[in-house]
């Protein structure tokens, strides 16, 4: 039995080896067909949504390891620069500069809640990376379950509440790799050309609706590219509330006014996230806000409250759960809010699409829409880590030999 027992082990260790061998030379390519049709079915079908996405970030936590793509494709793909884009080229402040991207494709907040996976999320070629929402004090959100896949949608259902580590366990961090890959201010906290890291900002679920976000620009303001409120997500009560005109005004001019004060020659632009569920008058609001405030930008938008009649999954449990809606069914409402908003702020000011982007087209759609950049997340979580390459190999081939800034609002 000994012998039968240590040839068993010994081929299982062979069969991981040459697992292990496998995905290191095959697997780690983001592009290959092996995370889009053996991978990540397989995950969906063991572990549920939010252990899916722990293990994903605990993957992408060691960039030595994870999948990736070439350093160089947006140069070899795209050698005319087609889909490069600059953003907050009219803020009111001159220390907040123009910041040039090398495509316009980011990976949306929500996906590394805790700062973990940033080089990583950059290696699958997004040139814009936003981490959080991170509240000020760590919390643990929402009981579980708490994630819910409605995959004949393409579709999430979501209700974490800012689970959050904090902002000193992320300021940690941070700052441990900025020392290690020596960044500042003046080279960008990306780590690599054409790039930005953004930090989205929540607030505690009892937290103070104004402090919690200026305790967030005098922590994190300094180690962000770009600093987002997050003032649309549903999961935390009275949160979207703020986006009524004059609290949205006062909020947004108080956390302007703070990012104005830190000691540094060059500023993170301030971007305010919003809901897809808004009326024409809640957007023309909201667009009265961001005007009065000088805020340099907007998302466009959040998860949705709402649960369209298209929706093909007809499991009561699942679509009647509480929380947000990501994914493609999104794409409609945020289109309709993005149209609305762009006219009401004109060309001026940044607007960053997001919400059931998936393809080449879906990012070409938002910016005929106004977009002047895209992000995506929930289609990670059916296409894999080659989604990035896949969504900017549509858009080259939508463009058609235009370059992306020329197609933004046509």
């Not at 059931?356 to 992000?375: L, P, R, T, Y």
Request: overall charge positive; cysteine-free; proline content about 6%.
């Amino acid at each position: 039995m000994f012998k039968y027992t240590r040839r068993a082990v010994t081929l299982t260790t062979v069969a991981g080896v040459a697992a292990g061998a496998g995905y290191y030379f095959y697997g780690r390519d983001a592009r290959t067909g092996f995370h889009k049709y053996i991978s990540l079915p397989i995950i969906r079908a063991t572990l549920d949504g939010e252990q899916a996405h722990r293990l994903a970030i605990e993957v992408f936590k060691h960039p030595e390891l994870a999948p990736r793509v070439p350093a160089d494709w947006d140069n070899t793909n795209d050698p005319q620069g087609l889909l490069k884009v600059t953003l907050f080229k009219n803020s009111s402040n001159p220390k907040v500069k123009p910041i040039v991207l090398r495509n316009p494709l980011g990976i949306a907040a929500g996906f590394d809640k805790h700062g973990e996976a940033i080089d990583t999320l950059f290696n699958l070629g997004f040139s814009y990376v936003e981490i959080g929402s991170v509240t000020p004090l760590p919390q643990d959100g929402n009981p579980k379950p708490r994630v819910f896949r409605l995959e004949r949608d393409g579709a999430v259902i979501n209700r974490y509440g800012f689970n959050s580590d904090g902002h000193l366990t992320v300021l940690a961090r941070l700052r441990l790799r900025e020392a290690a890959e020596h960044l500042s201010q003046e080279t960008r906290f990306a780590g690599r050309p054409l790039s930005a890291l953004a930090i989205n900002l929540g607030k505690n679920k009892t937290g103070d609706e104004i402090t919690d976000y200026t305790k967030g620009v005098d922590s994190l303001g300094p180690h962000a590219d770009v600093l987002v409120v997050n003032v649309s997500s549903p999961n935390t009560p009275g949160l979207r509330d703020l986006q009524s005109e004059e609290k949205l005004k006062n909020l947004l001019k108080t956390v302007v006014d703070r990012r104005d004060q830190l000691p540094y020659d060059t500023l993170p632009p301030v971007v305010v996230k919003i809901a897809p569920d808004l009326t024409v008058p809640e957007i023309e609001s909201i667009a009265a806000a961001v005007k009065d405030s000088k805020v340099d930008g907007v998302i466009v938008s959040n998860t949705t409250i709402q649960r369209p009649d298209s929706l093909r999954t007809h499991d009561k449990t699942l679509i009647n759960q509480a929380g947000g809606l990501s994914g493609l069914p999104v794409k409609p409402f945020a289109l309709k809010a993005l149209k609305t908003l762009r006219k009401e702020l004109g060309s001026d000011i940044t607007i960053i699409g997001a919400g059931g982007i998936a393809s080449g087209q879906d990012a070409i759609d938002f910016a005929h829409a106004g977009a002047d950049f895209v992000q995506l997340y929930t289609a990670m979580t059916y296409k894999g880590p080659g989604v990035a390459t896949e969504v900017k190999e549509g858009i080259i081939k939508g463009l058609d030999g235009k370059k992306w800034t020329d197609i933004v609002g046509k």
